[in-house]
């Protein structure tokens, strides 16, 4: 298994939780490490993405409450999500891209906000 998901559940509006993504060591160290959502009925997004050199990139939706980070030693991504509203609902995705290569995904995790 190239990343292997972790941590949705469920939790009330305005709380806190954290994803991870573990990541197999040569993906982690070359490809983009990104986080996507789909709720129902809409397509899936694209949440944050860190680069191997941990350049960051959010949607705007989730700037300033959302932050993405690398464990190198452990070469998992996290996705720290505070301040959760109801939209945020969906299934986590982590996918690891790098141009001209193949491209990986995770199984999903729910994560469900209630209001």
């Known amino acids: 298994v190239q990343l292997q998901a972790s941590g949705g559940g469920l939790v009330q509006a305005g709380g806190s939780l954290r994803l991870s993504c573990a990541v197999s060591g040569s993906i982690f160290r070359s490809h983009i490490i990104g986080w996507y959502r789909q709720a129902p009925e809409k397509q899936r997004e694209l949440v944050a993405s860190?680069?191997?050199?941990?350049?960051?990139n959010y949607a705007d939706s989730v700037k300033g409450r959302f932050s993405i980070s690398r464990d190198i030693a452990k070469t998992t991504v996290r996705l720290q999500m505070n301040s959760l509203k109801p939209e945020d609902t969906a299934v986590y995705y982590c996918?690891?891209?790098?141009?001209?290569?193949?491209?990986?995904w995770g199984q999903g995790t729910q994560v469900t906000v209630s209001s």
């Open positions: 996918n690891a891209a790098k141009y001209g290569f193949d491209t990986y």
């Open positions: 860190i680069t191997s050199s941990g350049r960051t």
